[in-house]
T-cell receptor
Framework: DAGVTQSPTHLIKTRGQQVTLRCSPK?????VSWYQQALGQGPQFIFQ???????QRGNFPDRFSGHQFPNYSSELNVNALLLGDSALYLC??????????????FGEGSRLTVL | AQKVTQAQTEISVVEKEDVTLDCVYE???????LFWYKQPPSGELVFLIR??????QNEISGRYSWNFQKSTSSFNFTITASQVVDSAVYFC????????????????FGTGTRLTIIP
């Protein structure tokens, strides 16, 4: 049973560029959440997708956008990259049922470096 | 606004010692959930436990135990007889119950405690 998979694992971009990160949720999961983890910090919630729609959003600018596909996989897009966008981007999946355990399954992340 | 404070940035203990990781939280919600996650060097966060605000019963799972006290807004995590494999960064997190199915996925994390177990 494959867990949450993310790609790429590492990438380097320059300021002003755009980046797309990809996530495949754990088998059977239909909800994907994205988190940004700066070095030495805790993860911060970016947004969550369910049924191909953004359902919740954290305090991130519109440069951060996403998409969920019919197979539940998801993409995170960041435009006009800033140095401060350098971080580990974590994808988490879950199954959206009332009273779910709240147990998020995380991938190993995509480490983005902006130069 | 929700906030989670993990005052201990780094802890080092010798193998087989007991260690407690502290977590203090702030929320205006009466219904909320508290979590602990472990982050090994590989990067993925591993779920350890979830408690809801109405269940203050302490929990024990093998060498792990958790102490939830609403009176002090704390949710501390103790590892008994620590092992080298316990070395990792540990995060405490908080989420609102939410009115929909989606409340549990928006977690507010603390800054983490890096635990090093010395052989």
């Amino acid at each position: 049973d494959a867990g949450v998979t993310q790609s790429p694992t590492h990438l380097i971009k320059t300021r002003g560029q755009q980046v797309t990160l990809r996530c495949s949720p754990k088998s059977g999961h239909d909800t994907v959440s994205w988190y940004q983890q700066a070095l030495g910090q805790g993860p911060q919630f970016i947004f969550q997708y369910y049924e191909e729609e953004e359902r919740q959003r954290g305090n991130f600018p519109d440069r951060f956008s996403g998409h969920q596909f019919p197979n539940y996989s998801s993409e995170l897009n960041v435009n006009a990259l800033l140095l401060g966008d350098s971080a580990l981007y974590l994808c988490a999946s879950s199954f959206a049922t009332q009273g779910n355990t709240g147990e998020l399954f995380f991938g190993e992340g995509s480490r983005l470096t902006v130069l | 606004a929700q906030k989670v404070t993990q005052a201990q940035t780094e802890i080092s203990v010798v193998e087989k010692e007991d260690v407690t990781l502290d977590c203090v939280y702030e929320t205006r919600d009466t219904t909320y959930y508290l979590f602990w996650y472990k982050q090994p060097p590989s990067g993925e966060l591993v779920f350890l436990i979830r408690r809801n605000s109405f269940d203050e019963q302490n929990e024990i799972s093998g060498r792990y135990s958790w102490n939830f006290q609403k009176s002090t807004s704390s949710f501390n995590f103790t590892i008994t007889a620590s092992q080298v494999v316990d070395s990792a960064v540990y995060f405490c997190a908080l989420s609102e119950a939410g009115e929909s199915n989606f409340g549990n996925e928006k977690l507010t994390f603390g800054t983490g405690t890096r635990l090093t177990i010395i052989p």
